[in-house]
């Protein structure tokens, strides 16, 4: 693996690339992070806002530097300061190369059904904002702050309706089937 010297400050750091440019690390919101989504303490700027939301822990940061405006790599390091997000396990890191076991290289990209039809709101939350990243991607995004906003059970499984909606619409009606089940079981 080659490694890409980014200055942030006086200090430089190392960051991981596989030859071509691309950084390959992948984040994951800590749980102090997706508290921060609903409690809206210490992040102000909207650019680093919309960041955190789209942080899912299935896009790499480069691509998500590639897709939102005003973001840089400094703003990935700042989140992680925070101890909003850590680099997902099994991604690359410096220190950490990625080991994938032979479950890791196969495992879907899409979330697995849960067992139980009565999700609680984390659960729902989660299995919502996976189904959202992994089908409809950045044109999702607007669905993603509808999901962030949403206070009650209730309110997720009208946005859930809206998504299978943009699903069927965008996939067909055999991928929308698939994502109700992750997401009311059957």
Excluded at 108 to 132: H, Q, W
Aim: aromatic fraction near 4%.
């Amino acid at each position: 693996m080659l490694i890409h010297l980014a200055v942030v400050g006086s200090r430089a750091q190392e960051r991981p690339h596989d030859g071509n440019g691309n950084t390959r690390v992948i984040w994951v919101k800590t749980d102090a992070g997706r508290a921060e989504m609903q409690n809206r303490a210490l992040i102000k700027e909207r650019a680093r806002r919309n960041l955190l939301l789209l942080i899912d822990g299935i896009k790499s940061e480069e691509m998500l530097l590639a897709n939102l405006v005003g973001i840089t790599a400094n703003d990935f390091q700042e989140l992680r300061k925070l101890d909003l997000i850590a680099p997902a396990s099994g991604a690359v890191t410096v220190g950490n190369p990625a080991r994938a076991t032979a479950f890791e290289t196969t495992r879907p990209t899409v979330p697995l059904p849960l067992e139980t039809k009565n999700l609680d709101y984390s659960e729902f939350t989660a299995a919502l904002t996976k189904l959202i990243s992994s089908h409809l991607g950045l044109r999702g995004f607007t669905l993603t702050l509808a999901v962030d906003k949403a206070s009650t059970i209730e309110e997720l499984r009208d946005v859930a309706q809206r998504v299978l909606e943009q699903i069927r619409e965008r996939k067909g009606e055999g991928a929308a089937a698939e994502a109700r089940k992750t997401l009311y079981g059957g």
